[in-house]
């Protein structure tokens, strides 16, 4: 699912993001509270009108800001005090308060408001944490009024596999539409995030979605899936081209390497995203060095269409049995390309 925070992927108009092959996007609650207000997008016909994109959208809770703003921010078990970084306006969210912004926002899948634990943090501090977002949960689960979203609940625990199997089982006997797995990829190395993914995943209901929250290089997505996940989100694709790269077989390009300054072939001969059939590595490097905007939208759909063809790869070999084999580079390596 491309991240599209403010109810927007970042470059690209909803046609574009449609020609990539992606069919759900992700956009963000506390940010869109802050601006324009989810008044206003219910105004505008809710959020896939007010944004123009007809296919699913998941709406993150708001929770993660819970990590990502600890400098602005005070946590209770009865929610969370933000300073918003804009203006420095105090911010009160509780998971009723969520869950009502996401009603109104009017996204397919809703994220229930949960405590994400940062890394490295210690047992008590974690154990705490997964405690308080299992209650805010089930506030959640009271506070929820459409029945056409689906409300999915995260399972944390941190790096501790028996705080997560807890957590995990727990959320499974709530019976919801999806499930999950959050805090991963907030600072731990590879190996630890492979090694909760692996173990978590399999606890979760089969036949429910399973949502890796926050992860999107090759190897990671690969792995996951073979541990069952099925959603991913990840802002890589479209920050790397911000940052003039493009992702090719796995691979981070940097558009400003001189050796790309005369090549006039296209990033990839088997990609076929509007910029691979138009367009050579020698205009989109010249786009880059010039720092024009035009750079960041081709790129842009060239990774996103990167990482969508990779998935759908993954897809046609698991329907064929051919996933072990035909991944294995993927399943097994231990460096991280991108």
Same mark, same amino acid.
């Given at each position: 699912?491309?991240?599209?925070t403010? /109810?927007?992927v970042?470059? !690209?108009? #909803?046609? &574009?993001?449609r020609?990539?092959? /992606?069919?759900m996007i992700?956009?963000n609650?506390?940010h869109l509270?802050?601006?324009p207000?989810?008044?206003i997008v ?8 007010f944004?123009g994109? &007809?296919?699913?959208?998941l709406?993150?809770?708001?929770g993660f800001q819970v990590?990502?703003l *600890?400098e602005?921010?005070?946590?209770t ?8 970084p804009h ?10 308060? *969520? ?5 109104? !926002?009017?996204a397919?899948?809703?994220? #229930?408001?949960?405590e994400?634990p940062?890394?490295?943090? +210690?047992r008590?501090?974690?154990? /705490? #944490? ?7 949960l089930q506030?959640c ?5 459409r029945r056409?979203? /689906?409300?999915?609940g ?6 501790h596999l028996?705080l997560?199997?807890?957590a995990a089982h727990a959320l499974?006997?709530l019976d919801l539409?999806?499930?999950a797995i959050g805090?991963v +990829?907030?600072?731990?190395p ?7 993914v692996q #173990?978590?995943?399999p606890l979760l209901?089969?036949e ?14 690969a792995?996951?899936?073979a541990?069952?996940v099925d959603l991913?989100?990840?802002v ?6 911000r ?8 691979e ?5 390497n001189a ?6 072939t ?10 691979? &059939?138009?367009f050579s590595?020698a205009y989109l490097s ?5 720092r024009e905007i035009l750079?960041?939208?081709?790129? *842009?759909i ?10 759908q790869?993954?897809? *046609?070999?698991i329907l064929s049995?051919?996933f072990?084999?035909?991944f294995?580079?993927?399943?097994? !390596? ?5």
């Open positions: 699912m491309p991240v599209g403010l /109810a927007n970042k470059t !690209l108009t #909803a046609a &574009q993001l020609e990539t092959g /992606a069919q992700l956009a609650t506390y509270h802050l601006q207000g989810e008044a219910a105004g505008g016909g809710g959020l896939h009108r944004m994109w &007809q296919g699913p959208i709406t993150d809770s708001g990590f990502s *600890s602005l921010r005070q946590v078990d009865e929610g969370v005090t933000f300073r918003s203006d420095g306006q105090t911010i009160y969210l509780t998971p009723e308060r *969520s869950i009502q912004i996401q009603n109104t !926002l009017g397919d899948v809703i994220m #229930a408001f949960d994400c940062p890394y490295p943090a +210690s008590e501090e974690v154990a /705490a #944490a997964t405690s308080r977002t299992y209650r805010w506030r689960i009271t506070a929820h009024q056409d979203q /689906a409300l999915f995260i399972v944390q625990g941190g790096v028996d997560r199997a807890i499974a006997e539409p999806g499930y805090g +990829s907030v600072g731990e590879p190996e630890l995030i492979a090694e909760i #173990a978590t995943a209901p089969p429910k979605p399973r949502y890796l929250m926050g992860i999107g290089t090759y190897r990671e997505m792995q996951a899936i541990a069952g991913f989100d990840c890589i694709p479209t920050r790397l081209a940052h003039g790269a493009a992702l090719v077989k796995g981070r390009w940097n558009l400003k050796q790309f300054r005369e090549d006039f296209p990033l990839d001969a088997d990609c076929p995203c509007y910029t691979c &059939q138009h590595r010249h786009l880059v060095r010039a750079a960041y939208t081709l790129l *842009s060239h990774n996103i269409t990167e990482l969508v063809y990779f998935t790869r993954i897809r *046609s070999a049995d051919r072990t084999t035909e294995a580079d993927w399943l097994t !390596l231990t460096t991280v390309l991108i």
